[in-house]
Structures are given as C-alpha cells and as structure tokens.
C-alpha cells in the first residue's frame, strides 16, 4: 500500500494540514491530498484558490499531489489507486465525525483503510475555522499558515462565521 489519500476542505491549507501531510509521508510513498468542492459548506475561498495554495505548500515536493474531487471519497481513493485514507485528529472532539466517516467508507469499500495522524502538539489547535475567523477579526495568523495561504489571507476580505461577532469584514 503506497498511495494515500488525503482529503479535506483545506479553506484556507493550514500548518496543521502540512504537519498530517508530512507525517503521512513517512507511512506512505506518494499522497494525493483532495480538495473538496464542498458546495454546502459555503467555503471562504473557492476551489480553485484552494487546489493552487495547496499545490504551491507542495511545490517541492514530488511525493505530493493535489486534486480536486466533488463525488464520493471512495471514488476519489480508487481513481488514485490509493490503499488508505489519510486524515489528522486533534482532540476527541474529532472523533466522532472520523470514527463515523471511517466507518461510512469501510461500509462502502472495506479494501481502502482509514490511517490518522496526529499533528505536532503546538498544532492541536488550529483549524481553518479558526484561522478564518482571528483573521476576519484582524488577528495575526501569520505562524499557522504555509507562505501561499497566508498570501491570499491578507488579500481576501473573510466574512465572519460568527453571527455576533460584530465584526463583518476584514479591516485588510
Ligand atoms: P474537513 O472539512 O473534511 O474536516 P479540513 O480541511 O477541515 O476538512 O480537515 C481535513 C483533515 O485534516 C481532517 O481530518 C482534520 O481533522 C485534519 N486536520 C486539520 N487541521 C489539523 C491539525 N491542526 N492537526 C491535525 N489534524 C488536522
């Protein structure tokens, strides 16, 4: 088993996102980290901003690829050929959710398993929720984010998701 996938939302690529993707090298020869089109999701950058700022974290590195993929998982695995599922988990909070979508994805094809990572501890922390929303409020992000995301962070005015936040718009 050499190829894994590693999909996610990545709105915006985090360093916690980077940190499980390395990590995922060491168990596996080539990851192919998938770009969800997340129609439901609303995400705060589009697709394409997504796939480049994640192909631009991994330009020097040829084990990494970047795809976008808007059906099933399964069917994202098995058009890479990949043998696993890469995913990160941060605290028990994650649990749930990856426990139910292991679960989900063995129902539907029991020959691809579900490999996690943790990231390093000064990353439990971050999420791209997160991210967005310090940002939004004129937070420094600048030592969670890989060079390309951060580029683009400072460029795009991000909504708050929080509805009593007060704050509407990025002050960038
Ligand atoms: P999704 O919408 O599928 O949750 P995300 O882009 O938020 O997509 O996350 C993709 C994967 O990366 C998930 O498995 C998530 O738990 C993991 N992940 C994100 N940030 C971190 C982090 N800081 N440490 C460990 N895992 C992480």
Redesign the pocket.
Known sequence: MTVAV??????PI?L??V??AQRGLRLFEHIVIGI?T?PN?QPAFDHATRLSMAQETFADEPRVEVAGFGGLLIDFARQHHAGAIL????AAS?FE??FQMATMNRRLDATIETAF???RED???????FIREISAMGGDVSSLLPEPALRRMKNTEITSDFPDSGVEKSPH
């Not at 590693?6 to 709105?11: A, S």
């Open positions: 590693y999909p996610g939302t990545f709105d985090t916690g996102h940190d499980v969800a997340n999701k995913r990160g988990l941060r994650d959710y990856e990572v943790m990231a990353y439990t922390f971050v999420s791209s929720h």
